[in-house]
């Protein structure tokens, strides 16, 4: 027997009764247990950096996005790995920790003591990492909760120092010396690939000046340049000229290019290249540094013309490209500041100042010697710490970097293997690739990676590629190591394999997408002799996961992944970092195919912020929404544009799942007043089928091809899609028409309907893990305990010819529902006839069904002589096509001088116009309503006669006493007495009255109904 449904779902209710059967039946362990011996599908997940205390609903899109695939290829019968990861090192949590210690600077972080720092870092992985888990969970995430891999494990980071060895040992590791973008707060560069995170360019308003530099070789002259960093102008040695460009002079002596200020005179003009070598006083020689300068005009061919004044001002210590320029012309390199960001004591009265306590000392400073010709503010887009959001500021810094010449070429060819989801991401990769820096891989911090280069006085530089390496040849400090991490292994010094003296090991931590690049080499035990049962739980990570460190031979099996899937800024992060590791490691890509999915914004479309007030924590959404409509919200997203997420969309989405709710309810309600019983055995109807019956079947079939198509393209919105079409089939055409034979027992009809419903639900399960079960359990008694263990419901093509049919009697159906609005007559008014041109003959023998549709006693298929065709060209189309020859084409159209040919083409004045070429309208000639669509046009007579107004007013009757039996609260079966002031109506259509209001008895009076 089915349980009784109430009109909607609670949502968030039901889903904590399907997480707790889930628990109690062990329905995962089952799943995994029984496609133990099944295809392996391999999915690597990518980590969640775990400093938050909740699931963020950004989180959630990707975690469900992972789910459904997974869950998918579970009801497909695949093995499969489910390890979660957690991301456990860098900036993210070494900032949270500064920031609730109240520490602002790294000083601050060593007087704290670093022993205790990495404590708390790790206390904060442990706390979050339990608190992504719960939400993960609550989400409806089916992972291996328990055997997670944490990326500051040691075995995690041997695999890197592993890598990093091997890197070395291909000669492609070195230390650059270079101006490079740094976070004078987080006191490190920053790589190229973090400045590509999301929210690192902001708008900013700069000072912006016009500063005047002094020739010292043409009395009075001066060469005048422009600039937003006033800070940076302490360390000018040089400025650039276009040597192709022409500059002027102007009356006052300032030289400035010509093209930037086309309204001044000039009383002397030079090329670019003639001003080359000129000597001009600095604007800061009185500080000693810059004293010891000799400035010049040098010349450059990546000076622009578009603003400033066409010279550019270069401070080598302070700019990337002004450092290039410092090696081509041997210009003097000076570093104005320190870590933090602060003015060296040499910088006399600017020392211990910022970069923008600075500007106003130096802007000050300018207009007292007479050098500033303007000032003014300038908003651009600046580059902020994606982290701390402090300003980044450019800054000389000796930082280790893989070279990426020698491998990109492997890294293209690679990347062109992959099939990306949508395909212009595999473009993006692909121009990352191309155009992307060598790989800066140190960072001056605390809670990282501790890269393992140890620089010996001698010149050489060792490299330790494993802890048992480190243990045989540190000197002293081995046995105090806790964990492979600051500040344990900076104490433990190692014997240079060239002299044997003790060396040091290096400050720097690792970029943490090293830590998350190798993921698929470290939890996959990749050249690891042994399986270590356990054995991923090493350094920070021991006690936190029972995850085992597998062998070689696992690896072999489950690399590469056949899939893996993030947001589109992964592309530049993860999916480039293990990419990179990878190709370097063993030659070819990590995995075979991505789905990678555009942001995240609020369903105004403005970007998610705490400081706004329109974040959504996950909680809550839980609570309001409930998982499976966040799920759904999710699912319906094209990938390739950004998700506008919030309670309006999900209100929206409840909604229209109620669709499908009330379809599931209505084979209850009547299914349980029948007593109806379906068993599983007997899934597919069979007996005696009618063509409607036949149809659902086969559009049933249809439903599981489409959402197989589009899960193995990983796209769910075509899921969603086509779930959505089957939903309105079954509800407003199989319902609809059958709803008659749901009144008494016609067991084909009950059998047919609870067979579509039964295979829609296992189709949408993955995607409403919870609504689907929730179902499934009240629906399918004797067969699977759940939808999940169900399988995927392999129900061979459909039959084509019998959807084709259905499909022409729909579209008929909707233009005369079309022409019925347009002609604004009610729906309950019944009409005399309806003329059908251009439908297919296999809608011919539905004419019954289009005339009960559409409340007309007559549809006739033929021509349409009521209505006019008005043809007009499609200009932007037909005039590039036809050129001059178009303006007779229009005239002759506009006198009807056409003739219609089939497919929606016309033919005109000898020419043949396509369906996309013209704009078609058909007008209803009087007393008729036209509606018209490729090729198929339906026109419905609208007059009306005595007869026909009668039947509108007893469908209007029958309505208002089924109204009246619905507010009564009676229930669908009970029979009442009726009385009805129509005394014609009674008389005349008194027996169809009784049927289709369950009376019993029926009287004139007043409008009134009583329970027989
Ligand atoms: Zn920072
Ligand atoms: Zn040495």
């Given at each position: 027997?089915?349980t ?25 362990e089952?799943?995994r ?9 391999s ?23 992972k ?6 290829k579970?009801?497909?019968g ?20 500064e ?9 601050e972080?060593?007087?704290?003591g670093l ?39 040691d ?22 010396h ?7 707060r ?29 020739l010292l ?17 302490p ?18 002596g ?13 009383v002397e ?12 006083r ?12 000799e ?5 450059w ?23 290039e ?7 003097a ?7 933090s ?16 306590e600075?500007a ?5 400073r ?6 500033l ?45 992959v099939?990306?989801v ?7 990769m692909?121009?990352?690739l191309r ?10 911090r ?7 280069f ?22 002293e400090?081995f ?5 492979l991490?600051?500040?344990?292994i900076?104490?433990?010094?190692i ?10 090991r290096?400050?720097?931590v ?10 698929p ?10 399986w ?20 070689h031979?696992?690896w ?21 970092s ?13 995995y ?15 970007e ?16 309001q ?12 997203q094209?990938?390739?544009r ?7 969309p ?8 109620l ?10 309600d009547y299914g ?21 019956d ?11 091809a ?9 796209l ?33 009809a009950f ?17 409403m893990p919870f609504l ?9 008694q ?16 459909p ?7 259905i499909?022409e ?24 006839r ?6 297919s003959?296999v ?23 009521a209505s ?12 590039p096509?036809l050129?001059?020859?178009?303006r ?43 509606a ?6 339906v ?7 005595d007869?026909?107004?009668l039947e ?14 619905r507010?009564?609260g ?8 009726l009385?009805?002031?129509d ?30």
């Open positions: 027997m089915f009784p449904l109430p009109d909607k779902p609670d949502h968030p209710a039901l889903e904590l009764e399907i997480l707790e059967l889930w628990e109690r039946e062990g329905t995962f089952e799943l247990e029984r496609n133990r011996s099944g295809p392996k599908w999915f690597v997940d990518g980590p969640v950096t775990a400093n938050r205390m909740s699931l963020g609903v950004h989180t959630a899109w990707g975690r469900t996005l789910d459904v695939f997974q869950r998918y579970a009801l497909r695949f093995d499969q790995r489910y390890q979660n990861g957690f991301d456990c090192q860098g900036l993210w949590i070494e900032v949270g920790v920031r609730s210690l109240g520490l602002n600077s790294k000083r972080i060593e007087e704290f022993e205790e720092f990495a404590r708390r870092c790790r206390d904060v992985v442990v706390q979050s990492s339990e608190a992504l888990t719960r939400g993960s969970k609550r989400l409806g995430q089916w992972m291996d909760w328990g055997n997670d891999y944490f990326t500051f494990s075995t995690n980071i041997e695999y890197i120092w592993k890598f990093l060895s091997i890197v070395h040992d291909r000669g492609w590791l070195y230390m650059g270079r101006s490079t973008e740094w976070c004078p987080c006191g490190t560069s920053l790589s190229q690939h973090e400045l590509t995170q999301g929210g690192v360019y902001q708008d900013r308003a700069d000072p912006s000046l016009f500063v005047r530099f002094p070789d043409r009395e009075g002259e001066s060469i005048v340049i422009w600039t937003t960093t006033p800070w940076t102008l360390a000018n040695v040089a400025a650039a000229v276009h040597p192709d460009e022409e500059y002027g002079r102007r009356e006052n300032e030289w400035v290019a010509v093209k930037l200020f086309p309204d001044d005179s000039f003009t030079l090329k670019g290249s003639e001003l080359v070598g000129w000597r001009y600095g604007p800061f020689d009185d500080l000693p540094p810059a004293s010891q300068v400035h010049r005009v040098i010349p061919e990546d000076v622009t013309m578009d603003q400033g004044t066409g010279i550019v001002h270069i401070a080598p210590g302070c700019g990337g490209e002004d450092f320029l410092s090696r081509v012309h041997d210009l390199v000076l570093t104005p500041v320190d870590e960001g602060r003015f060296y004591d040499d910088y006399g009265w600017l020392h211990g100042l910022s970069t923008t600075a106003d000392q130096i802007i000050g300018l207009g007292e010697t007479g050098n010709v303007e000032a003014g503010l300038y908003t651009h887009a600046y580059p902020h710490c994606w982290r701390c959001d402090t300003p980044l500021i450019f800054r000389l810094s000796d930082d280790w970097f893989i070279s990426v010449e020698e491998i990109r070429a492997t890294l293209l060819e690679e990347n062109a293997k099939h990306w949508p395909e212009y991401m595999g473009k993006r692909d121009d990352w155009n992307m820096g060598d790989w800066n891989i140190s960072r001056r605390y809670y990282g990676l501790p890269l393992p140890y620089p010996c006085a001698c010149g050489h530089l060792n490299v330790i590629s494993s802890k048992a390496e480190l243990a045989e040849r540190a000197v400090g046995e105090q190591l806790q964990e991490r600051r500040p344990w900076d104490r433990v010094p014997r240079c394999a060239e002299c044997g003296e003790p060396v040091d290096i400050l720097e690792g970029d943490v997408w090293l830590d998350a690049g190798i993921v080499f470290a939890t996959l035990g990749w050249q690891n002799p042994e270590i049962a356990e054995g991923y739980a090493t350094g920070a990570a021991k006690g936190l996961t029972k995850a085992d460190l597998p062998d031979a696992y072999e099996e489950w690399f590469p992944a056949d899939w893996v899937s993030e947001m589109r800024e992964q592309i530049r992060l993860w999916f480039y293990q990419f990179f590791m990878s190709v370097a490691l063993v030659g070819r890509s990590p075979k195919r991505v789905l990678a999915y555009e942001k995240m914004l609020d369903e105004q479309g403005r998610m912020h705490a400081s706004w007030g329109n974040t959504i924590p996950a909680e809550e959404a839980f609570a929404m409930g998982a499976d409509v966040m799920r759904w919200q999710y699912c319906a094209p990938p390739d950004n998700l506008l997420f919030g309670f309006g999900a209100h929206e989405i409840k909604r229209r799942l669709t499908f709710w009330h379809s599931v309810k209505f084979l209850v349980t007043i029948e007593g109806f019983a379906p068993t599983w055995a007997e899934l597919e109807p069979a007996g005696d089928l009618r063509p409607l036949r149809w659902l079947v086969e559009r049933t079939k249809q439903l599981a489409d959402a197989e198509e589009a899960y193995e393209a990983t769910t919105v075509d899921v969603i899609r086509a779930f959505e079409a089957f939903v309105d089939d079954v509800s407003n055409w199989y319902i609809r028409r059958s709803r008659r034979r749901f009144y008494s027992f016609d067991e084909p059998r047919t309907l609870w067979y579509a419903l039964v295979q829609s639900l296992r189709v949408i399960a993955p995607i689907a079960d929730h179902l499934w359990r009240n629906l399918v004797d067969g699977p305990a759940s939808v999940h263990l169900a399988g995927w419901p392999d129900a061979g093509a039959d084509a010819a019998i959807l084709e049919e499909a009697v729909r579209r008929v159906v909707e233009l005369g529902r079309q022409a019925r609005s347009a002609s604004q007559l009610k729906h309950r008014q019944p009409l005399r309806l003329v059908v041109a251009g439908a003959p809608a011919f023998p539905h004419a019954g069904e289009i005339a009960e549709e559409l409340r007309v006693k007559e549809v006739e298929f033929g021509d349409v002589a006019e065709l008005r043809v007009k060209p499609n200009l932007p189309v037909l005039g096509k050129g001059a020859a178009l007779d084409v229009r005239e002759q159209l506009a006198r009807g001088a056409f003739e219609e040919l089939d497919g929606g083409r016309f033919q005109v004045d000898g020419h043949v116009l396509e369906p996309d070429e013209v704009l078609v309208e058909r007008v209803g000639l009087d007393g008729w309503a036209v018209s669509d490729a090729g198929l046009t026109a419905l007579d609208t007059a009306l006669d007869e026909l107004r509108a007013r007893l469908y209007d009757r029958i309505h208002e006493v089924n109204v009246l039996r507010d009564s009676l229930e669908l079966t009970d029979r009442i007495r009385w009805l002031p005394a014609d109506l009674i008389e005349r259509y008194g027996d169809r009255i009784m049927q289709e209001t369950l009376a019993v008895e029926l009287a004139e009076g007043e409008l009134r109904i009583e329970k027989a």
